[in-house]
C-alpha cells in the first residue's frame, strides 16, 4: 500500500487527537483550577461541613465536586469513627444503600442493548410467578388479611425502573406492605440475608400489588427485583455482572456487594440518633440491619441497597452518565439509552413537583426555579445519609456521603448544594 503525505498526515492527527478525547472523557485530577469555578466561594462548603462537625450535628462526611469532568473539591470531614476519633479521608468506603439502585438500573439497560429485554415486556416472561398479579382492594390491619381484584395488565421492565409496579417496600415501606411483606418472609435488601434472590422474589410475585400498575409511583423493591432480572437473563450473578460489564470497564476499584477484608479499615461507622438528637453509634440490631453487613459474606446481591463505595468510584458512574454513556475509552450504554434514563416516564409527578426517569428522580422546570440543579438534573441518595447529583447543563457531578440515619440536621444536603452552584462563576 502506498503511503501518501496525505496519509501519514491523517495517521499523525488521528494520533494526536486521540489522546486528547480520551483525556476528556476522564475525572481530571490535576491542581490546575477550572476558570468556571470561584474557589473563594467554593471553600464555604469546608466552613458549612467543620461547623456542622464541630457542633455535633454531624458525625463526618465526604463532598465531591467535579465540573466539567475535572475534580475541583474532595474532602473528607470530622471522624469515619468517632470514638476512636479516627479522621475521616475522603477515600472512605460508604454503604450506599439506595445508591446502588441506579447501577442495577444501568445493568437492565446493558441487557436491553444486548436485546435481551424490552423496557414494555412483561418481566413475567423471565419470572412466571408474576403473570397476572393481583391488586389489593380490602384490607384488614388487625389480622393482614386482604381481598383483591385483578390487576388490569401485567408488570413490565419500564414499571420497574420507574417505581411504578404497585410494589411495596418491605420494613421500609407502608404499614400495609410492611406486614404483608414481613408475614411472607420476603427482605428488605437493606443489610445482610442469608436467603436465596430468585426464592424471594418468586415469592414477593405471588403476593397483592398495592395499586394498578403505572398508575402512581410508590419507593418499593422494584430494584430489587431488576437485580434478580439480571440474574435470571444474563446466567450471571449480580455481582460477578456488575462487576464484569460496569465495575471494571470503568475503573471503579471501590465498588462492591463483599468488601474485600484488606480495604475494611476504610470503612466508615454508622450513627443514629437517641430520642434527644444526640449521636450513638448504630448498634449490631437496630433496625434489624447490622451495620457490619459490607464484610459478611453474601450470595443474597440487593440490586436495591447492597453495594459499598467511595464518593470518587460513584462519580466515576455518574460521569459516564454526563459523557452520554462512555469513560475512558469504555462505552457502558449508548447515548441514546443515557437520554432515555434521564427523561421523564411517568405521566404524573412522584413527589409533587418532580418526574422519574428509568431509575433516577429528575429535576423539573417547576423545581429548577425553586432550587439550585437545573432542570434535567438526575439524582437519588441512600438510606444512610448518601446524596448525589448530575447536572447536565452545567456539567455537574456532585456527592455528599455520610453514614447517619434519621439526622435531625438533615438540611446539610440542601445547603451543600446552595454552595456548590453559589461557587459557578462562569
Not at 67 to 88: C, F, R
Not at 132 to 143: E, F, G, L, M, R
Not at 289 to 296: A, E, Q, S, T, W
Request: charged share 20%; net charge positive; glycine share 8%.
Amino acid at each position: 500500500m502506498k503511503f501518501s503525505i496525505v496519509t501519514a498526515y491523517g495517521f499523525l492527527l488521528a494520533i494526536l487527537l486521540f489522546p486528547v478525547k480520551q483525556h476528556a472523557q476522564v475525572i481530571q485530577t490535576t491542581v490546575k483550577q477550572n476558570p468556571s469555578i470561584n474557589y473563594d466561594r467554593l471553600k464555604r462548603i469546608d466552613t458549612l461541613l467543620n461547623d456542622y462537625v464541630n457542633k455535633n450535628y454531624l458525625t463526618g462526611a465526604v463532598t465531591l465536586v467535579i465540573k466539567d469532568n475535572q475534580l475541583v473539591q474532595y474532602k473528607g470531614y470530622g471522624y469515619a469513627d468517632a470514638e476512636t476519633k479516627k479522621p475521616m479521608r475522603n477515600d472512605a468506603i460508604f454503604r450506599i444503600m439506595s445508591q446502588t439502585k441506579a447501577i442495577t438500573s444501568v445493568a437492565i439497560m446493558i441487557l436491553y442493548e444486548q436485546g435481551k429485554l424490552l423496557l414494555d415486556e412483561p418481566i413475567a416472561d423471565f419470572i412466571p410467578e408474576f403473570r397476572n398479579p393481583a391488586v389489593i382492594d380490602k384490607y384488614n390491619a388487625a389480622d393482614t388479611t386482604y381481598t383483591t381484584v385483578p390487576a388490569k395488565r401485567n408488570i413490565t421492565f419500564r414499571d420497574l425502573l420507574t417505581h411504578s409496579s404497585g410494589i411495596d417496600y418491605a420494613d421500609i415501606g407502608s404499614a400495609r406492605g410492611n406486614a404483608i411483606y414481613a408475614k411472607a418472609g420476603i427482605p428488605s435488601g437493606l443489610g445482610y440475608f442469608n436467603a436465596d434472590l430468585l426464592g424471594k422474589m418468586k415469592a414477593l410475585g405471588k403476593l397483592p400489588l398495592q395499586f394498578q400498575p403505572g398508575e402512581k409511583w410508590q419507593y418499593g423493591l422494584n430494584t430489587d427485583l431488576l437485580g434478580c432480572l439480571v440474574e435470571v437473563i444474563s446466567g450471571m450473578n449480580l455481582e460477578d455482572f456488575f462487576r464484569k460489564n460496569i465495575f471494571e470497564p470503568l475503573g471503579m476499584k471501590d465498588t462492591y456487594f463483599n468488601l474485600p477484608a484488606s480495604k475494611a479499615n476504610r470503612l466508615a461507622s454508622v450513627y443514629t440518633e437517641d430520642s434527644l438528637h444526640h449521636i450513638i453509634k448504630w448498634s449490631h440490631t437496630f433496625r434489624r440491619i447490622d451495620p457490619d453487613y459490607p464484610l459478611m459474606k453474601k450470595k443474597y446481591f440487593s440490586g436495591g441497597a447492597g453495594l459499598s463505595s467511595t464518593a470518587f468510584d460513584y462519580a466515576i458512574f455518574m460521569q459516564m452518565l454526563l459523557n452520554r454513556g462512555i469513560y475512558n475509552g469504555h462505552r457502558i450504554l449508548s447515548p441514546r439509552s443515557v437520554e432515555l434514563m434521564t427523561s421523564p416516564q411517568l405521566d404524573f409527578l412522584y413527589n409533587g413537583s418532580d418526574n422519574f426517569g428509568l431509575g433516577f428522580g429528575l429535576t423539573s422546570a417547576k423545581s429548577a426555579w425553586q432550587n439550585a440543579r437545573s432542570e434535567g438534573s438526575f439524582a437519588w441518595g441512600g438510606y444512610y445519609g448518601t446524596t448525589y447529583w448530575a447536572d447536565p447543563k452545567e456539567h455537574l457531578v456532585c456527592l455528599i456521603m455520610t453514614q447517619h440515619s434519621p439526622n435531625s440536621h438533615g438540611d446539610l444536603a440542601d445547603r451543600f448544594e446552595a454552595l456548590v452552584y453559589a461557587s459557578i462563576s462562569k
